[in-house]
């Protein structure tokens, strides 16, 4: 039985390097996971595109720095794309450092939505987890994860079980949410600042309905978040004023977390499977309650009248009446959801645990 101080391989996400807020919602999972594996007692290697920087510094991890061209985001794409590997990708790069030092490790976490890595797993001694983090947006992405949840099905994790219902998958999908540093978020008690909306600016993260609750109660909505899609970011501009939208930028999560926590409500509005919802529960940990559409993740971290609401899919009128009723929730409920249910510290215990479940299983035949 492996039930031990883990040496682990983690492979950061091609997208772009940590930091850059290319790679979404990944990049903080990461920095979350590492700090609470090592509050554990974990070693780790942390494999990442060049750039990539983590806010704290520990004997246990070593960080290895893999210059490359970023891979392309599969949300982005058609379903029925091909899978692309540009030339001199970072991805292929990142998969080959990992390989090299393999063999010296328990296991290798990965953290790239992409083929290649899920692939690899057929070829690998050492054991690859995959931690997926989006809704299957693609059709070769559905297929290899539901190939390889089939083969290696103890090696695949889900953050939400809507997120998991995308694929095929033939047992019981594993489950590990997310989790955030508590210490890096400070419960604010101010019951009636402003509205706010935070993610990367693309039309799948649905900014316009959070702008048009704003537009329609006379208030101002504080936005944060990459613009990802130039184009859409600009046809939103267009369409609202700046005394409806205030465009607040990419900030780091210290300076984030002081603006969010001032907001009397966050609105979330995605458009697709939103596989978790980092926003949402960065915004609970400082004691704003979330209104979100029943789309995916939030659906499993909001518990309706008690740390936000939920609302159906593109029913801007729901939305409305819903922060309308906002100050019906308590701002600590919110705090105290989050530190029951998503500090890095419980995070990386259900990743430790999958980790030990999937090391301790044979091979595929022990299904
Ligand atoms: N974020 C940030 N600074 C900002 C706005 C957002 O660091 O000013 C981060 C936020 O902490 C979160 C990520 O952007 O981790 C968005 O992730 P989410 O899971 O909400 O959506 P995704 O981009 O993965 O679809």
Not at 66 to 95: A, C, E, F, Y
Not at 247 to 267: D, V
Request: hydrophobic letters at 40%; glycine letters at 8%; charged letters at 25%.
């Amino acid at each position: 039985m492996i039930n031990k101080q883990l040496k682990l391989i983690l492979v950061s996400t091609p997208i772009g390097y940590l930091g850059s807020g290319k790679g979404g919602g990944v990049e903080l999972t990461i920095i979350s996971l590492i700090k609470g594996l090592i509050l554990l007692g974990h070693e780790i290697i942390l494999i990442a595109p060049k750039g990539s920087k983590l806010p704290f510094e520990s004997e246990l991890v070593e960080i290895r720095l893999i210059d490359g061209i970023d891979q392309p985001s599969w949300q982005h794409q058609k379903k029925t794309d091909p899978v692309l590997i540009p030339s001199n990708s970072v991805l292929p790069k990142l998969w080959e450092a990992a390989i090299d030092v393999a063999n010296q490790y328990d296991a290798v976490i990965n953290f790239a939505y992409d083929w290649l890595p899920l692939w690899l797993t057929k070829t690998q001694e050492t054991k690859i987890f995959h931690l997926i983090s989006m809704g299957a947006e693609s059709l070769i992405m559905k297929e290899i994860i539901s190939e390889i949840s089939q083969i290696f099905p103890s090696q695949l994790a889900f953050h939400t079980k809507s997120q998991s219902k995308d694929y095929s998958l033939k047992t019981d999908p594993i489950i590990v949410g997310n989790g955030f540093d508590k210490e890096n978020y400070s419960f604010n008690e101010k019951e009636n600042g402003p509205l706010g909306w935070a993610g990367r600016i693309a039309p799948e993260k649905g900014l316009e309905d959070a702008a048009k609750v704003a537009r329609d109660l006379g208030e101002k909505l504080l936005v944060w978040g990459l613009i990802e899609d130039k184009e859409y970011a600009s046809k939103i501009e267009n369409t609202f004023s700046k005394e409806i939208i205030e465009w607040r930028g990419f900030l780091p999560t210290i300076k984030f977390q002081e603006e969010l926590g001032q907001c009397r409500a966050l609105i979330n509005t995605p458009k697709w499977n939103e596989a978790y919802g980092n926003v949402i529960v960065e915004a609970m940990a400082c004691g704003v309650p979330v209104i979100a559409y029943d789309l995916g993740g939030p659906g499993e971290l909001i518990e309706e009248g008690f740390n936000g609401f939920l609302v159906k899919p593109n029913d801007i009128e729901e939305l409305i009446k819903a922060t309308k009723s906002i100050s019906e929730i308590k701002r600590k409920n919110c705090r105290d959801w989050f530190e029951k249910k998503a500090t890095n510290k419980v995070f990386a215990e259900r990743v430790e645990n999958w980790l030990y479940k999937g090391l301790n299983k044979k091979n595929s035949a022990d299904f």
